[in-house]
């Protein structure tokens, strides 16, 4: 029987990671995340969440309590955001190359300074190469799915890799929208307990992260990498299940929206992928031959699918993140992705750094000057005073 | 070795995993087996575990393992254990 729940995306994601029943949560507040560790708090102090709630000193603490945990071959969960995330930096490595599938909401915010706590994409898009597989939300519900199916896709046997679900400040984290709940037992029959590969065990002793000689390492990169590809195939197939039992379904790795018969394909990530839905909708309706692909993972990145779209259409990348010195992450991902096979044009936008307004007015005016040959291949929206 | 679906470092305890680490040694424990009073700091103390305890309690020094850290030496109440250079005793 479903529930609707009304409430904001921390605590759909709260209630979302107490149904996934981790042994241990080790998490430090941060804002836009309180609000998700604090309810999971709140699930303790009720009794739902009868894991281990570890309140640590620091996001470094944090992860560090979650892979020592994961270790132990038991489920954990954690959150943060921005200079948080940061602060785990050396951590996520860590977890990632010791193959632990730590799960984690990181709630995209700006990074300092100038201080400022609304949402941009830098904090996790700095990650990048961490190992971590990255999904990227556009609504509550979407949160909440996505944190139940990211434990099975990151304990999966051939896989055991940490998960990173990303969703933006106050845009999400703190707006209240009505998600559908599934029952427990139906989530314990989608997500059973967590199988370890190998775990510490005092009776039956191993060390971890030992030294190892540079061709032993090499092959910890190269198995790491096939993992990464192994969840091109099986994010897809969890994505399936998920709607085969629970009748929704976000996407794969892209968010396919009217790509049908379709001239240009959109590309964005996050909630300005929600946003746009209502855009393409408006330029459709001015006979523009338009669609959506919204990127979910960012890590794997959906190279194969999107080299497909541009067999047929040029491509409109909108990137809520900048690599300075280069070009949004997201534009370089995709012409990588091109290179050599396809002759599409792509047009890079810059928008909504800052936590800056991105509405469906904005990406319409983006669209259609990028539609109207106006576009340079890389441009800044909507940049004051310049 | 147990082959898993994935690759990482794990290392299952073994005698020497890294080779006979005693030739890293600068210094050398020689142990004064008469001042000895059996108490065991340095057994329990020693982080190679190379201080070799006896059925009596007695203790000898495994030299193949032993780094020549000090720390027997350090934490022995009745300076039973002297630091002696390499090769310094022909």
Request: proline share 4%.
């Amino acid at each position: 029987m479903n529930q609707v729940m009304i409430d904001t995306g921390n605590y759909i994601a709260a209630k979302a990671a107490v149904m996934c029943k981790p042994d241990v949560v080790a998490a430090y507040p941060i804002t836009p995340q309180t609000t998700l560790v604090e309810g999971i708090a709140n699930y303790q102090g009720k009794g739902e969440f009868k894991g281990e709630y570890i309140c640590v000193e620091s996001e470094h603490s944090a992860m560090a309590a979650c892979i020592g945990a994961s270790a132990t071959g038991v489920r954990t969960f954690t959150g943060t955001s921005s200079h948080g995330l940061l602060l785990m930096h050396e951590m996520l490595h860590w977890a990632a190359l010791a193959r632990l599938p730590v799960v984690m909401c990181n709630i995209n915010r700006v990074v300092g300074p100038g201080w400022n706590i609304w949402t941009d994409e830098n904090d996790s898009i700095s990650q990048r190469d961490t190992g971590w597989i990255q999904f990227y939300c556009s609504s509550n519900q979407e949160i909440f799915d996505t944190i139940i199916q990211a434990f099975k896709i990151g304990e999966h046997q051939k896989v055991s890799l940490p998960v990173m679900i990303s969703y933006n400040a106050f845009i999400l984290s703190h707006t209240s929208m009505p998600v559908y709940v599934p029952d427990q037992k139906e989530i314990d029959a989608f997500l059973p307990k967590r199988k370890p590969l190998w775990y510490l065990d005092p009776n039956n002793p191993i060390t971890f992260g030992n030294i190892i000689l540079p061709a032993e390492y090499e092959k910890v990169r190269f198995d790491m990498q096939k993992s990464q590809y192994y969840c091109k195939k099986l994010i897809p197939e969890i994505s399936k299940e998920w709607k085969e039992k629970f009748g929704r379904f976000h996407g794969d790795l892209l968010e396919y929206y009217k790509c049908e018969n379709v001239e240009y394909i959109l590309l964005s990530m996050g909630a300005i992928g929600a946003e746009s839905k209502v855009a393409i909708d408006n330029l459709r309706k001015q006979g523009l031959k338009i669609g959506l692909a919204r990127v979910r993972t960012f890590r794997p990145f959906p190279q194969e699918e999107i080299l497909k779209l541009s067999k047929n259409a040029d491509l409109i990348i909108i990137d809520r993140n900048i690599s300075p010195g280069m070009e949004g992450a997201v534009f370089s991902e995709i012409k990588a992705s091109l290179y050599g096979k396809s002759d599409a044009k792509v047009y890079g936008y810059i928008a909504g750094l800052g936590g800056k307004d991105v509405t469906f007015g904005d990406i319409e005016k983006m669209c259609k000057k990028a539609i109207d040959g106006k576009t340079k291949h890389l441009e800044w929206y909507g940049l004051e005073g310049v | 070795m147990k082959k898993y679906n994935v690759v990482t470092s794990i290392s299952y305890p073994k005698k020497g995993a890294m080779g006979k680490t005693g030739n890293w040694r600068v210094f050398k424990p020689i142990l004064d087996k008469e001042k000895c009073v059996k108490c065991l700091r340095c057994w329990i103390f020693c982080p190679e575990a190379t201080i070799i305890r006896n059925k009596d309690n007695t203790v000898d020094i495994d030299y193949e393992y032993c780094k020549g850290c000090g720390i027997c030496a350090n934490v022995c109440k009745v300076n039973a254990i002297e630091l002696e250079r390499e090769g310094a005793r022909k």
